[in-house]
Nanobody, 117 residues
Framework: QVQLVESGGGLVQPGGALRLSCVAS????????MGWYRQAPGKQRELVAI???????KYADSVKGRSTISRDNAKNTVYLQMNSLKPEDTAVYYC???????????WGQGTQVTVSS
């Protein structure tokens, strides 16, 4: 069983930045792909960024160039650095983990990000 706990959300001004963190229980070293999804009110949950066990990354077009996903396997932690935030980035952000061999998915409880002046 893997449990994911997000933190780092909050209220930020447009153009500002924040870093989301997700701590996973147990080791995720070379075992899990990790990612971030977000869901705004009335909208579908969408992928923001993913990072594979090998360190390859992919980003949604809406955040590409403004966001960086990274992982520290020793700390069982994945990060999402978001810069130049826009009001449309407002959403609940969910940490995601996928066990590579079994394709088992795990989700965090989410952390609220609000971009507003």
């Amino acid at each position: 069983q893997v449990q994911l706990v997000e933190s780092g959300g909050g209220l930020v001004q447009p153009g500002g930045a924040l870093r989301l963190s997700c701590v996973a229980s147990g080791s995720i070293f070379s075992t899990y792909a990790m990612g971030w999804y977000r869901q705004a009110p009335g909208k579908q949950r969408e992928l923001v960024a993913i990072i594979t066990s090998g360190g390859s990354t992919k980003y949604a077009d809406s955040v590409k160039g403004r966001s960086t996903i990274s992982r520290d396997n020793a700390k069982n932690t994945v990060y999402l650095q978001m810069n130049s935030l826009k009001p449309e980035d407002t959403a609940v952000y969910y940490c995601y983990a996928q066990k590579i061999t079994t394709m088992t998915n795990y989700w965090g409880q989410g952390t609220q990000v609000t971009v507003s002046s």
